[in-house]
């Protein structure tokens, strides 16, 4: 919190959507769907949330998707660098990082495969 007693990270219902960051925009989500699920809902603000809400989701699918196709664009760049890492390093010299070892070069956890759905981490 500042010290006007406002918690920085909370966001303010007149703040542009795409102004927010990810996780106050999702809190903010979370507080409107409290909101719904409240046994009475304010009908003065039950359209006003819901265009929020709206506006607020649709914000963070478009985040969603542009950074998914940005790890997609970048995976199989980091990928021929360590291709090229890999065919490129001696394999005699002992003890140099990944000196005809695959195995250095995959992220731990990933086995090197990928159906195309989901993310390599």
């Given amino acids: 919190m500042n010290a006007a007693g406002r918690d920085e990270s909370a ?5 542009p959507v795409a102004e927010l960051s ?4 999702s809190r903010e989500l979370d507080g409107i769907v409290e909101f719904f699920e409240k ?3 304010d009908v003065d603000q039950l359209v006003a949330r ?3 809400a709206t506006a607020i989701v649709d914000e963070l699918d478009r985040r969603i998707r542009r950074t ?3 790890v997609e664009e970048l995976v199989p760049k980091l990928e021929a660098v360590g291709r090229t890492q890999s065919d490129t390093t001696p394999e005699d010299e002992e003890g140099a ?7 250095s070069l995959v992220v731990p956890g990933d086995k090197g ?9």
């Fill in 97 to 103: 990082p990944g000196a005809g070892d695959a195995e």
């Fill in 22 to 25: 990810y996780m106050a925009a």
């Fill in 50 to 52: 819901l265009e929020r």
């Fill in 39 to 41: 046994s009475e809902v």
């Fill in 113 to 121: 495969e990928s159906d195309g759905d989901t993310l390599p981490f």
């Fill in 11 to 15: 966001s303010d219902p007149d703040d």
């Fill in 68 to 70: 998914r196709a940005q």
